[in-house]
């Protein structure tokens, strides 16, 4: 009878090792503290805005929601347009994609690094006031995530910009100037 245990026994430890497995795994694939793992279309709203470096340059701001509401401002004025879900989900598909909710806050100060010549290593952070800068922020329930750049980057995050700004204008029936 000892015998017979020994096969059940190794079976029931390696059903749970897979258990236990896949449960870590659905573990890892949790993105920032905080993010809901699930929550409704209706609840989200994305925030695109490009902050001129120069006075005389327009802010552009793009604020899209789940309800299918979008505005397009520019020069002080909206332009109200309609986004759809399916356009909205791609939007938060390629957020996840590129791991936006991973990116850090501020990619605007330019770090670098020189040697003295008595060998001491200097950092340096530079915050250029007049640069212009993108932020773009995702929002859903209490939780909000905002990535603000300049052109050197995140690239992934600036093609994003650049396709939602674009698809705007041509649903707003309206020409932005370029940045």
Do not use: W
């Not at 949790?30 to 695109?48: D, F, H, I, N, W």
């Not at 793009?62 to 520019?74: D, F, N, P, V, W």
């Not at 950092?123 to 329930?141: I, Y």
Request: with cysteine; proline share 5%; net charge positive.
């Amino acid at each position: 009878m000892p015998i017979r245990l020994k096969p059940l026994v190794t079976s029931l430890l390696l059903g749970m090792s897979c258990l236990t497995g896949s449960n870590s795994m659905a573990m890892e694939s949790t993105t920032t503290a905080g993010l809901p793992q699930t929550y409704r279309l209706e609840e989200v709203s994305v925030r695109l805005t490009r902050q001129p470096g120069r006075p005389n340059f327009p802010l552009q701001r793009i604020s899209l929601t789940g309800k299918g509401s979008a505005t397009l401002e520019r020069d002080g004025q909206s332009q109200p347009f309609h986004y759809t879900a399916q356009d909205l989900l791609g939007v938060l598909n390629e957020l996840y994609r590129i791991r936006f909710f991973d990116l850090a806050k501020n990619y605007s100060t330019r770090h670098s690094v020189s040697l003295k010549d008595d060998g001491t290593v200097i950092t340096g952070h530079l915050r250029l006031q007049d640069a212009s800068s993108t932020t773009v922020c995702f929002a859903v329930a209490a939780y909000e995530k905002c990535v603000t750049y300049t052109t050197e980057g995140p690239y992934e995050l600036e093609k994003l910009t650049q396709r939602v700004f674009a698809q705007a204008e041509q649903l707003a029936g309206k020409t932005l100037p370029q940045k």
